[in-house]
């Protein structure tokens, strides 16, 4: 081999590792630039935030728990401030003025939640996904669900589930084992999510192989593979596409069950005579079909009031535009945000207030005292 040949092999070599070299570097470059290349927004309109670190933003901010983490974000950054979790900004307010301008008199400039990278039925009808006027006519459609005269006609239901959950307590004192009150909870607010959203009666404690229970657990277990989740966070455009394209088979079979559970349910209820069907917040819904015919968006929110002031209305010629009526997916949805919205949010606040409760006996003597006096008073004026 001549020396040209050397040198020739020589330079196609060097070239060969300075490409790939120059390659990797500038991979590594736009990488780093795509990392962090998200986190200016927040800065741009004078909002502080922790540092970020590249891809994951301020996620290990929040490692340990996010009430004790907004407190210290709040602290050091003021009452607006905000964080990212991977590229998505978040801003965090805490002055009760600026909540208040927020949800009361700028709402208007405030409507819809951030949109979800994936969502399927039933939680997409739901009023958590739902955008601008559908999300406000069937809120205006759910609103009277919540109405102090509603929520009595659904006391005995709810009253029935505090039975059984008293009776599995008192076994637990009996037994004088110590036991974790959580569990009790959450299956209490199972079964009231049950009977009132879907008709359906269950002791979840007891039978927790029923259907009803376990794809409730199994809705609750679902979560993503944390690896996953990270690279979810750090690559959403090529992550949340291939999570779409594979569907989670568990999480089909849970949304499937419910989906069925409250059309059987709607069917049953729609062959039953008017005065046999159980007044819950399944029925309402189911009343609210009929009733949307008769409601006016210009009152939302306050149509609580009921029917008479509505039909009132429509005499004063206000009906002017009608709220579609709420299709049996958007049923399910509702029903199904009822058991996401109340379960572990419940189950918490029950079970932090039996704790303090039970850490603090003089204020547990003073509630003991006030529903002695509540009965003496109302038990008293019932049978009287
Ligand atoms: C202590 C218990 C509860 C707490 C702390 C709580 C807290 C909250 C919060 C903070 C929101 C606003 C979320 C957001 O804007 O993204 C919300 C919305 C909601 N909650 Fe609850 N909740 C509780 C119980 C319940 C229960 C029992 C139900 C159902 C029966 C429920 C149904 C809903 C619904 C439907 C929404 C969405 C409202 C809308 O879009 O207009 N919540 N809740």
């Known amino acids: 081999m001549g020396l040209l040949d050397v040198l020739r092999f020589g330079f196609v070599d060097v070239s060969g590792t300075a490409a790939t070299v120059t390659f990797l570097l500038i991979l590594l470059i736009l990488l780093y630039w795509y990392s962090t290349s998200a986190f200016s927004k927040l800065q741009k309109v004078g909002i502080c935030h922790p540092p970020p670190l590249p891809f994951i933003g301020n996620l290990l901010f929040f490692r340990e728990g996010f009430w004790e983490n907004h407190n210290k974000l709040i602290n050091e950054y003021g009452p607006a401030c905000g964080y990212y979790i991977g590229r998505r900004a978040f801003m965090v307010v805490s002055d009760p003025d600026m909540i208040k301008y927020i949800l009361v008199e700028d709402f208007g400039n405030f409507t819809n939640r951030m949109v979800p990278a994936v969502t399927s039925k039933p939680l997409a009808d739901s009023i958590l996904i739902l955008r601008d006027e559908r999300w406000k006519e069937v809120r205006s459609l759910l609103t009277p669900a919540f109405s102090a005269a509603k929520m009595k006609e659904m006391t005995p239901l709810i009253n029935q589930a505090c039975d059984i959950l008293l009776s599995h307590l008192k076994d637990c004192a009996d ?42 657990r199994r809705f ?22 291939l999570i779409r394209i594979f569907p989670n088979k568990k999480q089909k079979e849970v949304n499937g069950f419910f989906i069925s559970a409250i059309k059987n349910m709607i069917a049953l209820r729609d062959q039953q005579d008017a005065n046999e069907r159980r007044r819950d917040f399944l029925q309402l819904m189911l009343d609210a079909r009929h009733l949307a015919n008769d409601i006016s968006m210009e009152h939302f929110d ?26 049996d997916d958007e049923i399910a949805g509702q029903a199904f945000l009822f058991l996401i919205a109340g379960y572990e949010t419940t189950n918490s606040t029950l079970s ?8 603090n006996p003089e204020c547990q003597q003073k509630l003991l005292c006030e529903v002695d006096k509540f009965f003496a008073k109302h038990v008293s004026r019932h049978h009287a």
């Open 352 to 359: 932090f207030a039996t704790y303090l409760l039970a850490t």
């Open 220 to 241: 609750f277990e679902l979560s993503l593979f944390k690896p996953l989740l990270i690279l979810t966070i750090a690559f959403p455009f090529i992550m949340i596409p």
């Open 302 to 327: 306050t149509f609580s009031q009921g029917l008479e002031e509505s039909k009132a209305a429509a005499n004063k010629g206000l009906l002017k535009k009608q709220p579609r009526t709420l299709s």
């Open 175 to 216: 037994s004088s084992a110590s036991f974790d009150i959580q569990r009790n909870y959450a299956s209490f607010t199972l079964d009231v999510v049950a009977s009132v959203a879907y008709g359906i009666h269950v002791d979840s404690q007891k039978k927790s192989r029923e259907n009803f229970v376990k794809n409730s």
